[in-house]
């Protein structure tokens, strides 16, 4: 059995191929292996017959790889199936195998799950030492200032957060990652060419 | 009038038959059998839709596939062949398709013929 990948695979083909590999999910490790790749095969037996062709226009043959991967499954009753665990970071690492194309998206994702992994940071340290950490709010040389997080610095100012701070942080970090899932999901049913 | 939906249909269970009376002749590989099943007019088969076709036929047995590296390509190739259920499958296809062709074209009569004419 063949080895992947495949040294005539381009960026377009490799994000297609994970993108495959993360609709078959559900499908046996062997027979997803063997699906992806044929459609290996396919693509480049269809450049190597045809080099004039763009992979994409191979690629949008087979229609978006969500859609294509759909056709191997058994029928699913219910169209929304509950997630599983690793379905976010099946769609991420899918993003990372279009390289520079997909980059500013994963930047996204990653800016977003640090705003969230801070919000429970902040969160965890309000339970613990509720006096140190909030949004603090006084008066200084310059004006008005305003921070949030911890005041270590000392200077003479009024936190008027308090216990709110947890649930405030909870609800920021379930936004996040509700934002993220449901741009991952936008992002995996766009057709390759599309991607950002 | 729409005909898609209905031609859609139609070639969905054509090319089930077409595919295993291909690979009757002789063993080939997914492309080759999209190439041969395409130039032949009427049968529009899909490249997205030949090998989850050939995935079910060989989950059931009915076909089975192995990888070769042809010295003209330079990626492996997934040939498929018949096994002995795939050749008594299309046997009975073939004699199903008769029975329905004989009774469509009772149905149908000259109106065949006309157009073919």
Known sequence: MPNTPHPGETAPLRVYLARLEAALASAPAAERREIVLETQSHVLERVHRSPWEPVEGVLAELGAPETYARQFLPEVPSPSRPSRPGQTLRAVAGLAAGGWATLPALLVVAALYTVAVVALFMAAWELHQPDTVGLWIGMGAEGRQVLLGSNLSGRSMREVLGGRLVPLALLVAVTVHFAVSALLRRMLRATPTSLP | ?117
């Open chain 2, 1 to 117: 009038m729409d005909l898609s939906p209905w031609k859609s249909q139609l070639r969905k269970g054509a090319a089930e038959l077409a595919v295993l009376a291909t690979l009757e002749r002789k063993e080939s590989y997914g492309v080759e059998l999209l190439e041969r099943i395409q130039s032949i007019g009427g049968l529009a088969l899909s490249d997205g839709s030949i090998y989850p076709l050939l995935n079910r036929l060989q989950k059931d047995g009915k076909i089975r596939g192995r990888w070769v590296e042809d010295p003209d390509a330079t990626h492996p190739r997934k040939y498929y062949a018949l096994t002995a259920e795939g050749r008594e499958l299309l046997a009975e296809m073939i004699a199903e398709w008769a029975r329905f062709e004989a009774g469509m074209r009772e149905v149908l009569g000259e109106k065949v013929s006309d157009v073919n004419a």
